[in-house]
């Protein structure tokens, strides 16, 4: 298996409270080439799992193994997209891409990476802008082309859309389709939406509100690119599978907000 949590759990300590549990228990193998989202209400700790296979945090227990090693830090096996693009505003479009890959490639090598995968983002044109003069959903685009530049077989995406309009997210959900078509790349998305969970992925982990744990692990048979009257009733399924999660995150919330 190309991807593996082996019981993994996650705690963080308070000061002066109880340790929080963000995630309980974490069982999952994923194979190499598939692209899977990780839905759960606000707080399950689906950032916090992404954050792990990252190597940017470390479980309380468990392990999570990449290729048979276990995985203790960041490193060129995977590159990661976070909500917010992390542009270096000093620097132009393909200077951004370009940068990760200054100690691995030479001038020629990172010149030839950056236009290709400018090209793949349908940002060409833009190479010699510099950050604020584009648009969020452009922004996004140039740090997924930096992402897709690092030629990491894993890629992470951690709500990659969340702050993005309705008519921008739905273009980069088609680019990124397209983008896993054409590379194969295995990618864990973190998503909360439902509708982009199973427009994008071969598989939807749906994970329980805090401590997060995984209450369906389910294949998304539909032909790519998906259409929306396919994908109808199986949101409802999965609506109606986090209805209770979404419940309980919302009584505690009010609890919380009853006891101060």
Not at 57 to 80: C, R, W, Y
Not at 153 to 173: C, I, S, Y
Request: glycine share 6%; aromatic share 6%.
């Amino acid at each position: 298996m190309y991807l593996d949590i082996d019981n993994v759990s996650k705690s963080f300590q308070r000061h002066g409270e109880q340790p929080l549990t963000a995630l309980e228990n974490i069982n999952l193998s994923i194979e190499e080439g598939e692209f899977v989202s990780l839905l759960g209400p606000s707080g399950c700790g689906k950032s916090t799992l992404l954050s792990m296979i990252a190597g940017l945090s470390h479980p309380s227990s468990g392990t999570a193994k990449l290729a048979n090693q276990e995985i203790t830090e960041p490193g060129p096996d995977k590159s990661m997209v976070f909500q917010e693009p992390a542009l270096f505003p000093w620097m132009s479009v393909k200077e951004n891409v370009t940068f990760p890959l200054r100690k691995s490639m030479n001038k020629q090598d990172r010149e030839n990476a950056a236009r290709l995968y400018l090209k793949m983002v349908h940002l060409s044109q833009f190479a010699g802008n510099y950050p604020h003069e584009l648009s969020g959903g452009m922004q996004q685009r140039v740090a997924i082309a930096r992402a897709l530049a690092m030629d990491s077989k894993l890629l992470l995406m951690d709500e990659p859309f969340g702050a993005l309009d309705e008519q921008t997210r739905h273009v980069l959900q088609e680019e990124v389709d397209k983008i896993w078509l054409d590379t194969r790349k295995t990618i864990v998305f973190v998503t909360h939406s439902i509708r982009e969970a199973i427009k994008l992925s071969d598989r939807v982990i749906i994970m329980s509100a805090r401590p997060g744990t995984i209450i369906s692990d389910f294949n998304v048979d539909l032909n790519r690119p998906r259409q929306q009257k396919d994908m109808a009733l199986l949101e409802e399924e999965v609506m109606a599978m986090l209805k209770t999660e979404i419940d309980n995150v919302m009584k505690e919330e009010l609890q919380h907000a009853g006891n101060h």
